[in-house]
């Protein structure tokens, strides 16, 4: 099949690029000597799963419920829920993890763990629970020199269905980086947190099992991850224009497109308007301290070529950028295909019930995504 013979929008996918960052990351952690636990939550696609964790464990990264049971009913089986349980997911952990789902679960409650192992207990099941630490984000976690990674590691530790798993981290805060110095001063900061709090935990007599962490950005640029044992990046396997920016990737290792129709031209006020609006692309705006003009997304010609537009301005299901250039804006008649590379491709995706995979300028497979929590 064509590109230019599907409904617009839809969402495409670079199979050669995919496979070229997949293959990139898994040397990168093997360099690195740590074990690859990738984040699914960007694609919520088995296939390019089984492509990011070949020659892996296996193991993963899963940001709903949802994801954790569609991926386990497709033989993945040790998965990470990397967000904080809360009591009224208790009953699917438990049912996940009787079905024989390695399902490991994290906290910054010192409230939870009993809650957690009352509920274990009951459904006689044991978990791996990972102690989140804040590293800088200041999203979740908590204080890695505060009394409560202390307090609530000991509280796992002396349940009798939880396990300390470790502790794990998000510098999310990369994003906000202005630079690769400031990336990389990003980078060795969560590295040392993370060891140095794992070492103050085991002075006081918890194990520390495993030091997890992630973020696209901070794993691009780290030159040496001693002492940590586990990563956890997801948006390296499709990369996005923010990434692109921010220097994580190239715009050539950019594989996640979505495909759109000219549905309007005006002249007199130098635009054309595209069928793809914050429903098809959301509404991220990508890093705007590194390039003000970013808009809501690039716009490519069919074959991936970089028009030199950006998406100015969005409504629900219209996407309206400005073309000064007239002989472009004469070419971009109504009807016209491009292609957008949007600014953050995880929110992109979730708006998609299936990737239409492309290779070599045909359209070969259907993958589909699994949404949902």
């Known amino acids: 099949m064509l590109v230019d013979s599907l409904k617009t929008p839809s969402l495409l996918l670079d199979l050669n690029r995919v496979r070229r960052n997949a293959a990139r990351m898994s040397q990168r952690a093997k360099k ?8 699914i939550k960007t694609h919520k696609c088995i296939e390019i799963a089984r492509l990011q964790t070949e020659g892996h464990s296996g ?17 993945f089986r040790d998965v990470t829920y990397a967000v904080p349980i809360d009591l009224g997911k208790f009953r699917e952990a438990t049912e996940l993890a009787s079905e024989g789902t390695k399902l490991s679960l994290l906290t910054d409650d010192p409230e939870i763990p009993a809650l957690l192992n009352d509920a274990a207990r009951k459904a006689e099941v044991k978990f791996d629970v990972f102690l989140k630490i804040d590293c800088g984000y200041h999203r979740c976690g908590v204080d890695p020199n505060g009394p409560e990674a202390l307090e609530i590691s000991r509280r796992i530790a002396g349940s009798s269905n939880l396990r300390v798993a470790g502790i794990l981290t998000h510098a999310g805060h990369s994003y906000q980086a ?66 692109a920016t921010l220097g994580s990737c190239s715009f050539d ?50 074959n991936g070529n970089d028009l ?23 070419r971009l008649s109504v009807g016209t295909r491009v292609r957008v590379l949007a600014n953050h491709s995880c929110l992109t995706a979730a708006q998609y019930d299936c990737y239409h995979v492309l290779e070599d300028g045909r359209i070969i497979e259907r993958w589909q995504i699994h949404r949902g929590w």
């Open 59 to 75: 193991a993963i990264t899963v940001s709903t419920l949802a994801e954790a049971r569609a991926f386990a009913a497709h033989g």
């Open 253 to 302: 290792d950019c594989a996640l497109t979505v495909l759109a129709s000219v549905i309007h031209r005006s002249r007199e006020l130098k635009k054309i308007v595209i069928d793809a609006g914050a429903i098809a692309l959301s509404k991220d705006r990508g890093p705007v301290d590194l390039d003000p003009n970013c808009g809501y997304g690039y716009v490519l010609d069919l």
């Open 178 to 243: 202005c630079s690769r110095e400031q990336l990389l001063s990003i980078a060795r900061q969560e590295r040392d947190v993370m060891v140095e709090c794992a070492r103050r935990l085991e002075s006081k007599g918890v194990r520390v099992p495993v030091i997890s962490i992630g973020s696209t950005p901070t794993i691009t640029q780290i030159e040496n991850l001693t002492g940590i044992h586990e990563v956890r990046p997801g948006n390296y396997i499709v990369f996005d224009g923010f990434q």
């Open 32 to 39: 690195l000597g740590v074990k690859l636990r990738p984040h």
């Open 308 to 330: 030199g537009l950006r998406i100015h301005s969005v409504s629900q299901e219209h996407g309206q950028i400005k073309v000064d250039d007239e002989r472009l804006l004469e």
